[in-house]
C-alpha cells in the first residue's frame, strides 16, 4: 500500500535566516517560531538569495538539530548564502508492507491506544483465539456472566499460549482477563458499534485515498474498567444478564438488567443538535436512555442548511430550514419509540436562565454538550459545576476530536485547563516588516476594519445612540480621544460628498499607505544591511520602486475599490 500523506496536516515551512557550507549543510530559520520538522522529513528551497543551487531543488532528506535549525546535503560546492529563503515541508510517498495473516498472527504489531494497558493486546489477542475455538467446538459464544463458560475459555487460552512459538506467547496468561472476555462476549453495544464501525469506514477511506497512515496491524479496544468489579460491590451474576426478550438484552448481557433500567429513568440535558448532537442522541436512543421515566431535552437555535447533511445524519433534504432541534428529536423518536424526548430552541447563557434555572438543573441526572464556540461551553461548565452535574463535553476540528468527561469530585472540569493562547503577531512586523503569509492575512483584515467598518459603526452609534458618549468616555487610556476623533472625520473632515470626493479619499490613502511609506521603510532599512533579522529578511523580498507609482497596474483597482466602498458606510 502506498501512503501519500501520512498525517494529513498542511506542510509546515519557515523563514531562513542562515545556511552554512558544509558537507552537512546546516539551514537556521529565524527565531520567531520553531520550525516543526522531524529528522527523516523532506524539504525544498525557494526565494533563496545566493545559494541559489537550493531554489526548486530536489526534495532533501533532513535531520533537525534544534527548534531553529536543521541540517540538510553537501552545500560545499553551493555559492555563499546572502539573505532571504522559504524552507517548504514536501509529503514523500510512503510504501506500507503488511504481514501476511498467518505470519502476523504468531507475530503481531498492535497499536496501543491506552500505555496504561501496555501488555492487553497480547492478552486479548490470545484471548479471541481462544474464543474462536470455543465458537467451533460449542457452536455459540459462552453465555453472559456464566462461571463455567469463563473456565473453559481460560483453559483454551492456556492451549492456545502453549502452542504460540513466536512473540505472541505470554510469560502468564490473565485469567481474570480471559473471564471478562467469556463473560462479556455475547453482548452487543451500540456505542461500541458505532466506535468500531467509523474506525473500519476510516480504513477503507484510507486504502482509497492514500491518506493517513493504515492500522498496523492489530488493534485491540477495551473499556473493561465500566465493568462491576468484585471489589466493593457484587459481581454480576447469569440471571442478572440473562435475555428478557428485548431491544437491549445485547446491552444487558455486559451490564445487567438493573443498569437498564436506572437508563430509562435518566433525565439528561444536550445542548447543541449539530454533527455531534446528532450522534450522541442516536446513541442515547439505541442504549434505551430515557426510555422510562427519563427525559432528554436538547436545545438549539439553528435552522438546518443544505450544507449540514453531509455529517449531520439525523437529517434529510426535505429537513432543510427546519429547526435541528425539533427534527433531531423526531428521527430518534422513529429508531427508538420508546424514547421521551423534547426539543427546544434557546441559546444557553444568562438570558435564557428563568428557562433553565434551578429547579431545571437539579432534576438533572447529567448535561452533555454539543458546542461549536468555547463561551458557551465555559458557560455550560461554570452551570454544571454550581449544580455538581456530570458533563460529556465533546468537539470536532475537521478530521480531528476530542472527548472530555467530566465527574463532580473526581476530575477537573472543563474550564479547570485551557488551550495556549494563539501566538500573536507583533504590531512592528504586520506594519513593517511581513514575513509570512498569515502577517499579510493579518494586515488585511486589520486595516479593511480600521478603515470601512470600526468608523462607520462608531459613527452610526452616534447618531443613534444616545448613551454612546457616556460609555465612550469610560473606556481606558487613550481610546475615548481616538474614537472620537474617527467619529468626527467620519462626519465632518472626511466625509464624502459625491463619488468624486471617495475617489479622492482613496487615491490619497493609497498614496501615503502604497507609495510614500513603502518608499520611507526601504530607505530606513534598505535591503543590503546586515541580514538574519526580520526586517531585513522582509525588505530582501520587498517589491521594486517602480511598484509604488501611481502608473503601477495595481494602483487602479485598489483605488477604485476603496473609493467604492466608502460610500457604501454612508448609508
Known sequence: MLVIDTNGEQPLSAMISMITKDASGVVTCLDEARHGFESGDFVTFTEVQGMTELNGCQPVEIKTLGPYTFSICDTTGFGDYVRGGIVSQVKMPQKVVFKPLTASMAEPEFVLTDFAKFE??????????????????????????????????????KEVNSGQTGSAKVDELDDKLIKKLAFVSAGDLAPLNA?????????????????????????????????????????????????????????????????????????????????IGCELLKNFAMIGLASGEGEVIVTDMDTIEKSNLNR??????????????????????????SIRITGHQNRVGPDTERVYDDDFFESLHGVANALDNVDARMYMDRRCVYYRKPLLESGTLGTKGNVQVVIPFLTESYSSSQDPPEKSIPICTLKNFPNAIEHTLQWARDEFEGLFKQPSENAMQYLTDAKFLERTLKLPGAQ?????????KSLVTDCPHSWADCVIWARHHWQCQYSNN????????????????????????????GLCDVRSQLVCPVVRHAGLYRPCRRG
Open 195 to 275: 466506535f468500531i464501525g467509523g474506525l473500519a469506514a476510516q480504513e477503507v477511506l484510507k486504502a482509497c485515498t492514500g491518506k493517513f497512515m493504515p492500522i498496523m496491524q492489530w488493534l485491540y479496544f477495551d473499556a473493561l474498567e465500566c465493568l462491576s468489579e468484585e471489589e466493593g460491590g457484587a459481581m454480576l451474576t447469569e440471571e442478572d444478564c440473562a435475555p428478557r426478550n428485548s431491544r437491549y438484552d445485547g446491552q444487558i448481557a455486559v451490564f445487567g438488567s438493573q443498569l437498564q433500567e436506572e437508563l430509562a429513568k435518566q433525565r439528561y440535558f444536550l445542548v447543541g443538535a449539530g454533527a
Open 518 to 545: 513603502i518608499c520611507q521603510l526601504l530607505h530606513n532599512f534598505p535591503p543590503e544591511q546586515v541580514h538574519g533579522t526580520v526586517s531585513s529578511l522582509s525588505l530582501s523580498l520587498a517589491p521594486p520602486y
Open 312 to 337: 449531520q445524519f439525523l437529517f434529510r433534504p426535505w429537513d432543510v430550514t427546519k429547526m435541528k432541534s425539533e427534527t433531531a428529536a423526531a428521527a430518534v423518536k422513529q429508531m427508538n419509540p
Open 480 to 488: 475615548p480621544l481616538e474614537v472620537l476623533e474617527a467619529v468626527y
Open 120 to 157: 492487553r493486546p497480547g492478552q486479548l489477542h490470545l484471548g479471541f483465539q481462544a474464543l474462536h475455538s470455543y465458537q467451533r467446538k460449542h457452536s455459540r459464544l459462552p453465555k453472559p456472566w456464566c462461571q463455567a463458560d469463563g473456565e473453559e475459555l481460560v483453559s483454551l487460552a
